[in-house]
């Protein structure tokens, strides 16, 4: 997706394609011999909490994720289901009336965790009940595959190279809709088969 989207900006631009090599990115999180010392925040029950992990900026899709659980929250589905929405990462670029949003939204059903280091956050994939990737564009999307390395199933979106880094393993919103996050969000959180099937895949095909 990089390589091909560097090519058609350079032709935009009437300039000659540099080389250009893919090198392929890994992971070495949820690895079988790491030490996970780290316990989960005050409030938070494993199985029971979604996980986006990524810096807040606007590009990462916060508006859009912020602007669904706001409306589950207001037709009463993560309290009923006991779940949390947590976001983890530093506070980017142009966000200000976002953070203003999200402080006023943070209780027992939303958390925002800043500097996170990699004990905790490896807890926290290891036991949260899924995770999003809203992004309007990726250039590879590393928390997919951090969240497929402790076989938790994710939801991303069709930002970039994320259908492409996603691959059969989930499935790929497009980024902008509204509706179709708020019922897959609804719809996993209430123990959809569609979860299930894509926890096996990635159990055995990741």
Do not use: N
């Not at 005050?42 to 990462?60: D, F, N, Q, S, W």
């Not at 951090?146 to 069709?158: V, W």
Request: net charge neutral; proline share 7%; charged share 25%.
């Amino acid at each position: 997706c990089t390589r091909r989207d560097l090519d058609v900006w350079v032709r935009a631009q009437k300039l000659i394609s540099p080389p250009v090599s893919l090198v392929p990115l890994a992971s070495a999180v949820g690895a079988a011999d790491a030490q996970v010392d780290a316990v989960l925040p005050a409030g938070l029950t494993p199985g029971r909490y979604v996980l986006m992990v990524a810096t807040i900026e606007p590009r990462k899709g916060h508006r859009l994720l912020l602007d669904v659980w706001r409306a589950l929250m207001a037709r009463g589905v993560p309290q009923a289901l006991g779940f949390t929405l947590v976001l983890v990462g530093r506070r980017g670029w142009k966000t200000d009336d976002l953070q203003r949003d999200l402080a006023s939204l943070e209780g027992p059903h939303l958390r925002h965790l800043d500097a996170v280091r990699d004990p905790l956050l490896e807890r926290l994939y290891r036991d949260c009940a899924f995770t999003v990737l809203p992004s309007a564009y990726e250039g590879f999307g590393l928390p997919v595959i951090e969240s497929f390395s402790h076989g938790r199933a994710a939801i991303a979106s069709t930002g970039g190279a994320l259908p492409e880094v996603a691959g059969t393993l989930a499935p790929c919103l497009p980024p902008d809709d509204h509706h179709a996050w708020e019922a897959r969000l609804e719809a996993w959180m209430t123990g959809s088969d569609e979860r299930t099937a894509f926890e096996a895949r990635i159990r055995t095909s990741f």
